[in-house]
């Protein structure tokens, strides 16, 4: 068999050699998960696969199945401590769902597990069909959750939860750390129907072995208590959450943490008390105005162009709108009370040199001015 070569870019010098990375590039990162958490913080090695062989030994109905991914969700631990119980159905993730939900129909607790990208998209319908709709007690584990993977969007699970939450009978579970996924696997083992979880496999940070948590399957609990800010988290962003109310108290920001593990069913109680407890009431940025007049409709608004209302005397006169148009009337020059004067006080107050009898008569010339006003010509005039 000759060999072909291939260009002078390639990896390969032949179909037959194996590829390998040139000297320069050097040494790579594994695009497999990405990194779940900074460096220096305690971690627990395959808590999944290690607490499923503790209940395997505790219960002889658990079986576990895989597509081709025991070793990347962490079901290997399982498959070597209890091989006549392990199934490797391939990669054919609608098989691996269908055999699941056989062996439940005959009394076993099967645990499957796959990549969430998987579950959800591949083997819908028969997670639908097969398991959710007969409320069968089938555990689904699913590695990769979320953006924790380099491989992009096709093995990157960013609407399982959304699908999921959909499907009747199901529980879902997104524990937060190893600790926490250990703890949901003993836990599994006594919930009614079926169950789909977010698995953290591989080397997993522990963050909540150090407030003593303790998971309960439906409810949320307070990580970190805070009267500022209330953070609601689920899921390793739980993580993110503790780390980021750490930094805020250092500025003076107390923030409480709550985790919500379980998706559905979703625990309002606890959220809605949280809320209430952390949350501080609104604070309103204007300062109330009391002597300001009420908003009027566009018929009373007219009637106040034609006859303006009274107005305070202390409001300053002359305010321009933004329209261009005087805001308010401006007050009377002379202030001679709220009451209307009669006719012959008007008259008794007015010069007698602008007064005219009737119209067009002026005052003729060198004639004798009228008297002046007395009490008994203003009551005589009224």
Same mark, same amino acid.
Do not use: W
């Given at each position: 068999?000759?060999?072909?070569?291939?260009?002078?870019?390639?990896?390969?010098?032949?179909?037959?050699?194996?590829?390998?990375?040139?000297?320069?590039?050097?040494?790579?990162?594994?695009?497999?998960?990405?990194?779940?958490? #900074?460096?220096?913080?305690?971690?627990?090695?395959?808590?999944?696969?290690?607490?499923?062989?503790?209940? @395997?030994?505790?219960?002889?109905?658990?079986?576990?199945?895989?597509?081709?991914?025991?070793?990347?969700?962490?079901?290997? +631990?399982?498959?070597?401590?209890?091989?006549?119980?392990?199934?490797?159905?391939?990669?054919?993730?609608?098989?691996?769902?269908?055999?699941?939900?056989?062996? #439940?129909?005959?009394?076993? /607790?099967? %645990?499957?597990?796959?990549? #969430? =990208?998987?579950?959800?998209?591949?083997?819908?319908?028969?997670?639908?069909?097969? *398991?959710?709709?007969?409320?069968?007690?089938?555990?689904?584990?699913?590695? !990769?959750?979320?953006?924790?993977?380099?491989?992009?969007?096709?093995?990157?699970?960013?609407?399982?939860?959304?699908?999921?939450?959909?499907?009747?009978? !199901?529980? +879902? +579970?997104?524990?937060?750390?190893?600790?926490?996924?250990?703890? #949901?696997?003993?836990? /599994?083992?006594? *919930?009614?129907?079926? =169950?789909?979880?977010?698995?953290?496999?591989?080397? =997993?940070?522990?963050? !909540?072995?150090?407030?003593?948590?303790? %998971?309960?399957?439906?409810?949320?609990?307070?990580?970190?208590?805070?009267?500022? =800010?209330? %953070?609601?988290?689920?899921? %390793?962003?739980?993580?993110?959450? !503790?780390?980021?109310?750490?930094?805020?108290?250092?500025?003076?920001?107390?923030?409480?943490?709550?985790?919500?593990?379980?998706?559905?069913?979703?625990?309002?109680?606890?959220?809605?008390?949280? @809320?209430?407890?952390?949350?501080?009431?609104?604070?309103?940025?204007?300062?109330?105005?009391?002597?300001?007049?009420?908003?009027?409709?566009?018929?009373?608004?007219?009637?106040?162009?034609?006859?303006?209302?009274?107005?305070?005397?202390?409001?300053?006169?002359?305010?321009?709108?933004?329209?261009?148009?005087?805001?308010?009337?401006?007050?009377? *020059?002379?202030?001679?009370?709220?009451?209307?004067?009669?006719?012959?006080? +008007?008259?008794?107050?007015?010069?007698?040199?602008?007064?005219?009898?009737?119209?067009?008569?002026?005052?003729?010339?060198?004639?004798?001015?009228?008297?002046?006003?007395?009490?008994?010509?203003?009551?005589?005039?009224?």
């Amino acid at each position: 068999m000759t060999d072909v070569p291939f260009g002078p870019n390639s990896r390969r010098k032949s179909k037959y050699a194996p590829r390998t990375a040139p000297a320069a590039e050097g040494a790579r990162t594994s695009a497999m998960i990405a990194s779940l958490d #900074a460096e220096g913080r305690k971690t627990i090695a395959t808590p999944f696969g290690t607490a499923l062989c503790e209940l @395997a030994a505790q219960r002889d109905d658990v079986v576990g199945l895989s597509a081709d991914l025991s070793k990347y969700t962490d079901m290997h +631990i399982f498959a070597k401590a209890y091989p006549d119980r392990f199934y490797q159905m391939g990669m054919a993730e609608q098989v691996l769902i269908s055999a699941a939900a056989g062996l #439940a129909r005959e009394g076993f /607790m099967p %645990f499957a597990t796959t990549y #969430a =990208v998987f579950a959800a998209r591949r083997a819908y319908d028969f997670i639908a069909m097969a *398991i959710a709709e007969e409320n069968l007690p089938v555990r689904i584990c699913c590695a !990769l959750p979320g953006l924790t993977t380099g491989y992009g969007p096709s093995h990157q699970a960013t609407e399982d939860l959304a699908i999921f939450r959909g499907m009747p009978n !199901l529980t +879902i +579970i997104d524990p937060c750390d190893a600790t926490e996924t250990a703890q #949901a696997t003993h836990a /599994m083992g006594t *919930i009614d129907g079926p =169950v789909y979880m977010r698995l953290l496999r591989g080397k =997993v940070p522990d963050v !909540l072995g150090d407030y003593g948590y303790q %998971f309960k399957p439906g409810k949320a609990q307070v990580i970190r208590e805070g009267r500022d =800010v209330l %953070f609601i988290s689920s899921g %390793f962003m739980t993580m993110r959450t !503790l780390d980021a109310a750490a930094q805020l108290a250092k500025d003076g920001t107390d923030c409480a943490v709550l985790h919500v593990p379980t998706i559905k069913p979703l625990d309002t109680e606890t959220i809605r008390a949280a @809320a209430a407890k952390s949350v501080p009431p609104r604070r309103h940025c204007r300062k109330p105005q009391p002597d300001r007049r009420p908003r009027r409709s566009r018929r009373h608004r007219a009637d106040d162009r034609r006859h303006p209302p009274e107005l305070p005397h202390d409001r300053p006169a002359g305010r321009i709108s933004r329209r261009g148009r005087p805001a308010h009337p401006a007050p009377p *020059i002379r202030d001679i009370g709220r009451g209307h004067l009669r006719l012959g006080q +008007i008259l008794a107050l007015t010069p007698a040199s602008s007064v005219q009898k009737y119209p067009g008569e002026a005052q003729s010339a060198g004639a004798e001015p009228p008297p002046a006003p007395s009490p008994a010509n203003m009551e005589h005039t009224a």
